[in-house]
């Protein structure tokens, strides 16, 4: 059995079941104890599965969400990859909406020079973008400090108004099933939005982000196209029969 296969028989047990064995392991997919210890260590360190004694479990920590000083230090490399890859689909004269998150902050420095609008709502995005001069227009509402996400009543009433020709949107997770998710319900409904109001639709995300579920669906994923570094071997093929993958390395 190839190791991508083996992996991913690792993890549909995990959807089934939250909590394998590594002896059942053993037996059911017919390897070597150091075999299925080295693919749960690598499947913990892509954030797939928590390793416990004699086993792995999946933990899922549905409405948890690290705030934007915490997620901005992680996978830096890999989201540098992603926004140059995702600057690189701008036309000038478009007119773009930039979802709050981490990820979309680092692609801000790869619009400089760009004839576009943009269109936001997070208060730190908008501040990054007026210092490079870039003509921009940041929602109203409630300021969610966690994130910097403005969310809120009004903050959905104006965005209803907007029309984008790309939106470059931030998630918590991609699921086969579920689709897009996010941990917030008022974050969501503020995604959604943008997401019907653009003619395309690109979500960032890092490998560690692929059949990852949290709390409130956004969209299923074939309305948006992915943008990531890599795609895991194990969960590339069904992704690609629900949506595009556009992978930076």
């Not at 064995?21 to 075999?35: F, G, H, I, R, W």
Request: with cysteine; proline share 2%; net charge negative.
């Amino acid at each position: 059995m190839l190791t991508e296969e083996r992996r991913q028989k690792i993890l549909h047990l995990l959807d089934q079941q939250n909590i394998v064995k590594s002896q059942d392991l053993v037996s059911l997919l017919n390897a070597s104890e150091s075999t299925i210890r080295r693919d749960l260590q690598e499947l913990e360190n892509d954030g797939f599965l928590e390793r416990i004694h004699g086993g792995a479990k999946k933990e899922q920590l549905l409405g948890f969400e690290q705030n934007m000083s915490e997620k901005t230090l992680k996978n830096v490399q890999e989201k540098q990859s992603i926004v140059k890859l995702a600057a690189e689909l701008i036309n000038d004269e478009d007119v773009i909406y930039l979802d709050a998150g981490s990820t979309t902050l680092e692609m801000i420095p790869y619009l400089q020079g760009k004839q576009i609008t943009v269109v936001t709502n997070s208060v730190k995005h908008a501040a990054n973008l007026v210092d490079l001069q870039l003509p921009t227009i940041v929602l109203g509402g409630q300021v969610k400090l966690s994130t910097n996400a403005v969310l809120g009543a009004n903050t959905m009433r104006q965005l209803s108004d907007y029309h984008f020709n790309k939106a470059f949107m931030g998630m918590n997770g991609a699921h086969l099933i579920q689709g897009f998710t996010t941990p917030d319900p008022e974050e969501a409904a503020l995604k959604r939005l943008a997401m019907q109001n653009s003619e395309e639709t690109f979500v960032l995300m890092d490998h560690t982000k692929f059949n990852k579920l949290t709390f409130t669906s956004v969209a299923p994923l074939s309305a948006a196209t992915i943008i990531t570094e890599r795609c895991p071997m194990e969960f590339v093929a069904e992704f690609r029969e629900q949506t595009t993958i556009k992978e930076a390395i």
